[in-house]
């Protein structure tokens, strides 16, 4: 049924990724969404994977290879931190990476970035991390990274692809559109580098006030919607010289 229906959903709107390089002289900059055991690490909490799943194993495999690609050049990386205060829910998810837990943290397999030069760290309180780095006076440690670092293409990767990832990227997108954001010029996302999470028709319709989210057809329209507004679809990403 979810096959028949995702078949269906990639003929009416196909979308084919492209082959993107990413020249040497070109300012990258890579930010990583949320890839944190409380949405990837089995068992770790409301919103944590139940089981074993290939497309979020997938996205740490990528984002670990990309993160070391980052880390040799001594090119910048952000990475998003979901982080809630206890008690300030995000309707309409449960409870979830709560500040100081566990699940607020980088999955194992990224968790050296902590300790990289080039890796800025931003904890967020909300979907979108445009949005969750505005500080208190008004700046914006998102912003004030692109142009302190003179940043002319990002490279998305993370969870969830239609929903932190598409809001993190459409806010960017406009901002950039607006001129906050001189010199970046190309937002790249990268579809293997991209997961989200599984919760089918079949479960979602036993569970009270719980929205259906069958995996492969939100990762499409996630990465569908990015397009719409300007961001570059990678299916496969090089570098060169
Ligand atoms: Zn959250």
Redesign the pocket.
């Known amino acids: 049924m979810v096959m028949h229906a995702l078949e269906l959903l990639k003929k009416e709107i196909p979308l084919e990724g492209e082959q993107v390089c990413i020249p040497q002289d070109v300012i990258t900059g890579l930010v990583l969404v ?1 890839i944190i055991n409380g949405f990837c690490t089995i068992g770790a909490g409301n919103l944590a994977p139940r089981e074993p799943n290939n497309q979020i194993l997938q996205m740490i495999d990528e984002s670990v290879k990309l993160s070391r690609v980052f880390c040799d050049k001594k090119w910048p990386i952000l990475a998003f931190l ?1 982080t ?1 205060q206890p008690g300030k829910l ?1 309707h309409p ?1 449960p409870s ?2 709560v500040a100081g837990s566990h699940e607020s943290n980088l999955v194992p397999a990224l968790q050296w970035l902590e300790k990289e030069p080039n890796v800025t760290i931003r904890r967020k ?3 979108d991390g445009y949005i969750g780095s505005i500080e208190e006076d008004g700046s914006n440690v998102f912003v004030d990274w692109v142009k302190n670092n003179n940043i002319q293409m990002l490279l998305v990767a993370g969870v969830c692809t239609d929903i ?1 990832v598409l809001d993190f990227v459409c806010s960017t997108l406009s901002a950039r559109n607006r001129g906050f954001l001189t010199p970046l010029k190309d937002v790249v996302v990268y579809s293997s580098g991209c997961a989200t999470f599984d919760f089918p028709t079949t479960v979602a319709t036993e569970a009270k006030d719980a929205l259906t989210h069958p995996q492969e057809i939100m990762h499409h329209m996630g990465l569908y919607m990015a397009k719409g507004r300007g961001a570059k679809i990678a299916k496969d990403v090089s570098f060169g010289h």
């Open positions: 949320d979901d809630h995000e998810y979830h990476c309180d909300c979907y932190c």
